[in-house]
């Protein structure tokens, strides 16, 4: 479960990117944020992350309160969330395998569950006939799948997606949402940020949409 409690950000440069927001998200749910150029949406996903700290409020994130968290924490804090960005963010002199490998290596998992689990984890994206390939040769598609493979290899409770599809065509980023769909089938709470109101309206979800820092809707949209 996701919860903040009146929420308020301000950055140091003095931007008030979010301004009272409360919303709770269940475990299991699939939810939407939307919203103009700055209105909050990453600043969110940052407070989720305890990337960053909000000004006043309460945050819950996987049932773990952030404010009370202590530093030494949030390492471990972390691995219950995935996260994957518009730019996929890959290490780009490594192949696809490594890539995915290199987020359990970090965390100190053994040789033998992560030659068990990256295998079972490209499959699942649909790539495991490119283990090898670098990822500086794949498609835009091709590396958001292996940043998902990769955000989800440490089993995360929840999945963060900002903008997942920004750099995508329109059927690429349709193909992206079924996986996230699935994703979210299996179990995992899908957090994502976009612009695109086709997609919302095509995955009929639930929609949190931001105005300029402050809450502005939360509704289900009805799916077309
Ligand atoms: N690190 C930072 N320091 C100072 N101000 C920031 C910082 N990050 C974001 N902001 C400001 O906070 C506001 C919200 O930014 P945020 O990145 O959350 O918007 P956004 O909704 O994700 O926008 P976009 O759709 O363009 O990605 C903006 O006014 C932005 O300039
Ligand atoms: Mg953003």
Do not use: C, W
Request: no cysteine; glycine share 8%; aromatic share 4%.
């Amino acid at each position: 479960m996701i919860e903040l409690n009146d929420v308020s950000k301000v950055y140091e440069r003095g931007s008030r990117a979010l301004k009272n927001v409360s919303l709770r998200i269940e475990d299991g749910e699939f939810v939407f944020i939307m919203g103009r150029s700055g209105a909050g949406k990453s600043t969110l996903v940052r407070l989720l992350m305890k990337e960053t700290e909000p000004t006043s409020g309460s945050i819950i994130v996987n049932d773990i309160s952030l404010n009370d968290m202590r530093r030494s924490q949030i390492p471990k804090f972390r691995r219950t969330i995935g996260v994957v960005f518009q730019d996929f963010r890959l290490l780009r002199h490594l192949n696809v395998y490594e890539n995915v490998a290199f987020a359990q290596r970090v965390i100190g998992k053994t040789g033998r569950e992560i030659r068990e689990s990256v295998p079972e984890m490209l499959t699942m994206v649909g790539l495991s006939s490119k283990y090898k390939a670098n990822v500086s040769e794949l498609s835009g598609g091709e590396q958001q799948r292996v940043a998902i493979a990769r955000a989800l290899v440490n089993r995360p409770k929840l999945l963060l997606a900002d903008e997942p599809t920004g750099n995508l065509d329109a059927r690429t980023a349709d193909e992206i949402m079924q996986l996230l769909e699935e994703i979210n089938r299996g179990g995992t709470t899908v957090l994502v940020i976009t612009h695109s109101r086709e997609i919302v309206q095509k995955m009929g979800k639930r929609v949190i949409v931001l105005d300029r820092g402050m809450l502005k809707s939360d509704r289900e949209q009805v799916q077309l």
